[in-house]
């Protein structure tokens, strides 16, 4: 469980929790098929999230969605992507989407002061 790294130069780093090491034919990717809607990712899931929704609020790109869903209290396990029987990759989607959804709440940030600033500017007009 947990997540792949791509090659041997990522560190291993206190937080670390286990090392797996597979060869070859152990380490191809299975191939994936569409979701079931079994319900286990979201019965296995120690923090009770939708996995199945999330990844939909992923794919159609709706960042709104996935706060509601709560992907940032994803730890990462990967319980959802080991119990399901389609193979679907939900622990590295979760990953995929809260790095989707920091980047919408900086851009939505970064208009909140733009448009806190642009008010200052507003206020500090001369009146005519």
Not at 21 to 37: G, L, M, N, R, Y
Not at 87 to 109: D, F, G, H
Request: glycine content about 4%; overall charge positive.
């Amino acid at each position: 469980m947990g997540i792949a790294v791509p090659d041997l130069t990522v560190p291993i780093l206190k937080n670390t929790n286990a090392v797996l090491a597979f060869d070859e034919k152990e380490a191809k990717p299975w191939e994936t098929t569409a979701c079931i809607k079994c319900g286990r990712c979201i019965a296995h899931c120690p923090m009770n999230l939708m996995a199945t929704e999330i990844e939909t609020a992923y794919n159609l790109k709706k960042p709104e969605d996935l706060e509601k869903l709560k992907v940032n209290l994803c730890i990462e396990c990967g319980c959802c992507s080991y119990v399901c029987p389609a193979k679907r990759p939900l622990v590295q989607t979760n990953k995929l989407a809260k790095a989707m959804l920091q980047s919408y709440k900086k851009l939505q940030e970064e208009a909140k002061k733009a448009k806190e600033a642009q008010g200052q500017t507003d206020k500090e007009a001369p009146k005519k």
